[in-house]
């Protein structure tokens, strides 16, 4: 079976700064990896995903994740935060074969100081 | 194109009534999946339904059971409800049944059993 340990539970991080939400996961087998981000009162919506190519993937407002097999790690990255990024984010696996559901940690909340 | 459409978005109950929870997946997509998120146990897998059929079930009890339609419209629902079936239940729908496919979550029904 699988498993995301999502280690902060917590980030407070000041406007500008750059962060890092971390998130291991435990797999017999390979993994699709994904990180999903909720907005207050809204469902989640996708970020980003690592399907197979670049360990490095990004998305379209500027977080970036790198897959590390040796570590078992997909640990997000963004440089500098904006108020607006103010969320609750979520890393998750889903086994590459087989017909098993998306696994995901317990989320991270990540709040943005003025 | 309108996205997962859930209703209704809020509910209250009292302990030992039922609950149905009506999920509207994005035009096309055949896959719809239903997710329990309490701040204790996060997000949790509930089940997964693809073209009418149940493909996956987590780990919850019999009270808790699903369908899907012809129309790919889904509904959930919950038998002699209890204080600990509190919780936001999101539906997430997806085009395939592949575990690389994006899920696209609806903003959740809120559930309050008193």
């Known amino acids: 079976a699988q498993s995301v340990t999502q280690l902060d539970s917590q980030v407070p991080v000041f406007e500008e700064a750059p962060v890092e939400l971390r998130c291991n996961y435990s797999s017999s087998v390979s993994v699709y990896l994904f990180w999903y981000v909720q907005y207050p009162n809204q469902g989640l919506q996708l970020l980003l995903k690592y399907l197979s190519g670049s360990t490095l993937v990004e998305s379209i407002n500027g977080f970036e994740a790198e897959f590390n097999k040796s570590q078992t790690s997909f640990h997000l990255r963004k440089p500098s935060v904006h108020i607006s990024d103010t969320a609750e984010y979520f890393c998750a696996v889903s086994r590459i074969s087989g017909n098993t559901p998306l696994v995901f940690g317990k989320g991270t909340r990540l709040s943005v100081i003025a | 194109k309108a996205g997962v459409t859930q209703t209704p978005r809020y509910l209250i109950k009292t302990r030992g009534q039922q609950v149905t929870l009506s999920c509207s997946p994005i035009s096309g997509h055949r896959s719809v999946s239903w997710y329990q998120q309490t701040p204790g146990q996060g997000l949790q897998f509930l089940f997964e339904y693809f073209s009418e059929t149940q493909r996956n079930k987590g780990n919850f009890p019999g009270r808790f059971s699903g369908r899907q339609f012809s129309n790919s419209r889904s509904e959930m629902n919950v038998s002699t409800l209890e204080l600990g079936d509190s919780a936001l239940y999101l539906c997430?729908?997806?085009?395939?049944?592949?575990?690389?496919?994006?899920?696209?979550f609806g903003p959740g029904t809120r559930l309050l059993v008193l």
């Open positions: 997430a729908s997806s085009l395939g049944q592949g575990p690389q496919e994006t899920q696209y």
